[in-house]
């Protein structure tokens, strides 16, 4: 068994931190799904609908962003491991784009359906 350091709350919080400005400073697409969750934040807290239907429009937003940092994770260790053309490499990467995609696909469709019902 590995020798794991003693449990941090704040130094854990630190590299979680140190992560997520990391994500900002170099991911592109996590920049324009940032931008996009602190635009719709308020859409979420102002709109007229029930608590439930607010907490789905939430996950389904932080699930965008969770993925889109998942699949930068999968990119940077497949990116370690080998910066040569390699098919595993690449279906890897496929993979991690693909979370990406179905979690963008479950957000917009949840919030088209959540918000037309609200309109109607």
Excluded at 22 to 32: G, Q, R
Aim: with cysteine; proline share 2%; charged share 20%.
């Amino acid at each position: 068994m590995r020798n794991q350091p003693k449990y941090n709350f704040f130094k854990n919080t630190s590299y979680a931190l140190k992560g997520l400005i990391d994500l900002i400073k170099n991911e592109t697409s996590f920049k324009i799904e940032l931008i996009v969750t602190i635009l719709l934040i308020p859409v979420i807290i102002f709109i007229d609908t029930n608590l439930t239907n607010k907490a789905i429009l939430f996950i389904t937003l932080m699930g965008m962003i969770l993925a889109e940092a998942i699949n930068s994770a999968i990119e940077r260790v497949v990116d370690l491991v080998t910066l040569e053309h390699n098919p595993m490499a690449g279906r890897a990467k496929d993979v991690g784009s693909t979370i990406v995609f179905i979690s963008i696909s479950i957000f917009v469709i949840t919030w088209l359906i959540i918000l037309f019902d609200i309109c109607k």
